[in-house]
T-cell receptor, first 114, second 111 residues
């Protein structure tokens, strides 16, 4: 199984809502990532988890809160988002962090903030 | 910090033609990965290059890593409509393997 799954596929939320994005992988990978991708732009790294611990936070606003409940799951909690946060949110995993880390991406969640 | 420039940003190709996309860095790279993202899809890993001067082939795709490890290229021969998408180069920027995606080359193929 080389699949990373993400739910929901689409999400519309108001600026006062709280929602969560979920990501799951069963490849035994120990590194998991959140990326944000705006239309016609490359993915931008938000967070890296390594062995269930937050390793990298790319100065992401606190309205985005990641969580790694176990080695297979990664969540992104959303609160008080802005319309400019509308984007495709991609989860990825790799066997480990480090230079040889091929990343497997999930299909993404398309988020629209109204 | 490390800057990665990918050119061209847009490539319109006639089916059957060849084309090349380039990725250039201002600093020496440890390795570089290439990803393809179909319209409406997600990035899919294509290849990783590690060694100076390395050349790898996948059917009609040829990937090359420069001798100085500051540039890389992807050459596609006999383009097909299935090659439509955006191709990203992504060098690893540090020992964590953090990827710095290039701007991407969006490829459109006309029959």
């Amino acid at each position: 199984d080389t699949e990373v799954t993400q739910t929901p596929k689409h999400l519309v939320m108001g600026m006062t809502n709280k929602k969560s994005l979920k990501c799951e992988q069963h490849m035994g990978h120990r590194a998991m990532y959140w990326y944000k991708q705006k239309a016609k732009k490359p993915p931008e790294l938000m967070f890296v988890y390594s062995y269930e611990k937050l390793s990298i936070n790319e100065s992401v606003p606190s309205r985005f809160s990641p969580e790694c409940p176990n080695s297979s799951l990664l969540n992104l909690h959303l609160h008080a988002l802005q319309p400019e946060d509308s984007a495709l949110y991609l989860c990825a995993s790799s066997q480990d962090t480090g230079l040889a880390g091929t990343q497997y991406f999930g299909p993404g969640t398309r988020l629209l903030v109204l | 910090g490390q800057q990665v420039m990918q050119i061209p940003q847009y490539q319109h190709v006639q089916e059957g033609e060849d084309f090349t996309t380039y990725c250039n860095s201002s600093t020496t790279l440890s390795n570089i990965q290439w990803y393809k993202q179909r319209p409406g899809g997600h990035p899919v890993f294509l290849i990783q290059l590690v060694k100076s001067g390395e050349v790898k082939k996948q059917k009609r795709l040829t990937f090359q890593f420069g001798e100085a490890k500051k540039n890389s290229s992807l050459h596609i021969t006999a383009t097909q409509t299935t090659d439509v998408g955006t191709y990203f180069c992504a060098p690893a920027t540090d020992s964590w393997g953090k990827l710095q995606f290039g701007a991407g080359t969006q490829v459109v193929v006309t029959p």
